[in-house]
């Protein structure tokens, strides 16, 4: 059964770089019916779509974020990554690593998720 | 602010139905499809309906969607208290280029 699992640094300090890691397990990254992506959620809050990348390198991401962020997959680790910059207490969240399909674009595998906390 | 929207909550008692309404506009709701999720607060979502009406294996047919032009609607019947935790709708916004979630609604059986 494929799973997906968030790692990273639980605190990070404002202005600095976020960096998250997600890799799947139980499946192949490079399926061709998928994009891999992060999605967050602040404490309290609703969810928020961050970005989308296929293994063939098409990419989409959020327009509020796209200046700060950069979305990778490594196939041959099965590892999708979010690099996000300049970071503010606004990007305290838990951020969840999500499978969405090509088709109908609906995210039907979530991670765990991870919560980030931005405090110096 | 959330680019769709829902109830902040809705109630009901156990055994009857509820809807959960979520909002749009021309350029997400209304051309592309929609899905839901459901979340127990402290643990991560989990897809409940997609492409407006359909339900993943495994999820009973309490769980119901719609669609109509710019709103679509969450049905559950027969409300049981497990049913307790938070929905969220969400579809593809095509003038943003990003998906985009409603605010998340907290149902509550009473």
Redesign the interface.
């Known amino acids: 059964q494929l799973q997906l699992q968030e790692s990273g640094p639980g605190l990070v300090k404002p202005s600095e770089t976020l960096s998250l890691t997600c890799t799947v397990s139980g499946g192949s990254i490079t399926s061709g019916d998928y994009y891999w992506g992060w999605i967050r959620q602040p404490p309290g ?5 961050i970005a ?1 990348m296929h293994y063939m390198e098409i990419t ?1 991401r ?2 509020s974020l796209k200046s700060r962020l950069i979305i990778s997959i490594d196939t041959p680790t099965n590892q999708l990554s979010l690099r996000l910059s300049s970071v503010t207490a606004a990007d305290t969240a838990v951020y ?1 690593c999500v499978r ?2 090509t088709g ?10 991870t919560l980030v906390t931005v405090s110096s | 602010q ?1 680019v769709l929207t829902q109830p902040p909550s809705v109630s009901a008692t156990p055994g009857q139905k509820v809807t959960i309404s979520c909002s749009g506009s021309s350029s997400n709701i209304g051309i ?2 929609v ?1 839901w ?1 459901r979340q127990v607060p402290g ?5 409940l309906i ?2 407006n009406n359909k339900r ?1 294996s495994g999820i009973p047919d309490r769980f119901s969607g719609s669609k109509s032009g710019t709103s679509a609607t969450l049905g559950i019947t027969g409300l049981q208290t497990g049913d307790e935790a938070d929905y ?1 709708c ?1 579809t ?1 916004d095509s003038s ?9 609604t907290k149902l509550t059986v009473l």
């Open positions: 809050n609703g969810l928020e779509w989308s989409y959020n327009p969840y969405q399909t109908t674009l609906y995210f039907d595998l979530w991670g765990q998720g | 959330s592309n499809y899905s999720y643990t991560a979502p989990k897809l997609y492409d993943p969220h969400e593809w943003l280029g990003a998906a985009v979630f409603g605010g998340g």
